[in-house]
């Protein structure tokens, strides 16, 4: 998990605002009196509760001055080196420092604004904690007479543990996205940002730079996999989770499709700060919508992610094309029933009713202060849907009747999302008021008022057709159970036993493979390599070329079996029924 901020350790607002003038005198001249000098030793002050060893100095030396950066590597580590790995090492110093200078600098600041006039930049690379890539502190911009810790110039911290060229660069852009952010926000227009706007602007710098391309194990992949996993995080109470980071990266690339990338780097130039920053970068880019309907058409495009419903309801960014989410799903069977949620504010969120052959009446209940926001997907067998919105009155109720649901519709996907709010919100460091902890209901019963095929009114249905549901799909395992050994039987009798395991009807796993993808040919393999596998991995054993819920269950208990390999060196604690690069390098492992 990531952990990229800037924050000052002062515990009163009102001292850093007062310190901000005297920063402008620091930040106007070079840090440094004379250049650092190759080989030179420094103690560093650095974060102990993001140091792998607590520490809250280090003690490093200069290994390698750029072009703009001067590279720094904790003794500790640095030393334990041989001489031909701290040559490896200072290869890709190097190439990162012509990165910078090549590609990071010029592209972030033309489009961002500088981050200040000093001129050079420290990177010190030192130990973290496990899925820690780095940070930055507010601090180092203040004199020692200012703030005693401070390290007194534009510095950045990596990990030392990912010193590689690609995923160095992405997090030295990521952390420069942030010093930008100060210099733009807080010394020029004497504004402090947002935590989860500071930070979706540093995590699209991976995909506004180019590496993640290709999409392939990269970050905007590794983004999905998190999303995946938990897609139920607030947006804005900020407190560094990687499903948060995932939820930012993929709004930042959904504002980036339909408005451009001015959006962001506009939404850095103003006063103004989180959600009305946004606000102003749209509207100075000519765009008569607000984030608010932003943020409720994203969540359409998530559930959908098809044009032909509407031009906002996809991605445009090619390798997201084919992306969307999986809600969480309820079956109406025609009994009344009330489901409850809590969420906070701008927490995405799906929820999927899938009906039988009723018609339906949903009564929606929000806290009134939270002002609910609920666009709707209703969408019928083929997958042929409209989009639409409730309109929530000013208690938070609102009701939708859906005579057709469970005949022209088979579905209705609802987005509550709370948007009272636009500022103040919770942060990890502590600054906001305390988190959101609002509720809303959503209540599903017979539309009783609607006649049946001989003219008369349905009567409310009773509590027992649960019951009967319940057994329908006891039947339905059966009938599948039955069909498995009907299959075998006549295998037998013709002579020809199941297919061992090391045939299938591809050689490797080549695409990656999600819950409703259409790759017909790549499902059908997949679905005969977990059919080979333990039983208790995919019992069904059907290979339907359908990427079924079935299917995906199958893939988690994998995933989880082979936790070390596929899940754990993403962060990941359990399976998400996504088949990305980790996942199909094990399938084609094992198909071998």
Known sequence: MLFLTIKTDMSSKKFFTGIILSSLLFFGSPFFAAADVAGEKRIFNVRPDLDAGGRGQVAASLVHSGGKIYFYADDSWWESLGEAEKNEKIAILKNIDAEFSSNIFPKLTQTFGFASNSGSLTVLFHEMIKNQHGYTQIKDSYSKDQVPSSNEREMIYLNQKNLKFLSSSADLAHEYVHWITFNQKNLLRNASDDAWSNEMRAIYSSTFLGYDIPFEGSMLEGRLFAFNNDSSESLVEWQNYLAQY??????????????????????????????????????????????????????????????????????????????????????????????????????????????????????????????????????????????????????????????????????????????????????????????????????TSILTSVANGNGAEIEPESEFQDVRVREMLAQVQQLKDEIIKIQTILAQRIGSAPAPASEYSCATITENLYFGCDNYAQVACLQEFLKNQDEAIYPQGLVTRRFSLDTKAAVIRFQEKYAAEVLWPLGLKSGTGYVGAATRAKINQLMK
Not at 315 to 344: C, W
Not at 387 to 398: F, K, Q, T, W
Request: aromatic share 12%; glycine share 8%.
């Open 246 to 443: 995932a939820i930012a990266h993929l709004l930042a690339q959904y504002i980036v499709d339909h408005y451009g990338i001015n959006v962001l780097a506009d939404s850095m130039k103003t006063e103004k700060t989180g959600i009305a920053s946004v606000d102003y970068g749209l509207a100075n880019n000519g765009f008569n919508i607000a984030f608010t309907q932003v943020f409720r058409d994203w969540l359409i495009a998530l559930a959908v992610n098809r044009c032909s419903l509407g031009p906002k309801y996809c991605y445009k960014h090619q390798d997201l094309q084919k992306f969307f989410i999986e809600p969480q799903v309820s079956y109406f069977s025609g009994a009344s029933r009330t489901m409850s949620f809590n969420t906070s504010y701008f927490t995405p969120g799906w929820q999927k009713i899938i009906a039988s052959e009723k018609n339906m009446r949903l009564e929606f209940s929000g806290d009134p202060q939270a002002k609910f926001i609920v666009p709707y997907l209703a969408c019928d067998p083929a997958n042929v849907c409209v989009a639409g919105e409730l309109p929530v009155a000013a208690d938070g109720s609102a009701s939708l009747d859906l005579p057709g649901l469970g005949g022209q519709y088979l579905s209705l996907t609802l987005m509550p999302f709370a948007s009272g709010k636009t500022s103040g919100f919770r942060t990890e460091d502590g600054n906001g008021t305390n988190i959101s902890s609002l509720s809303y209901s959503i209540k």
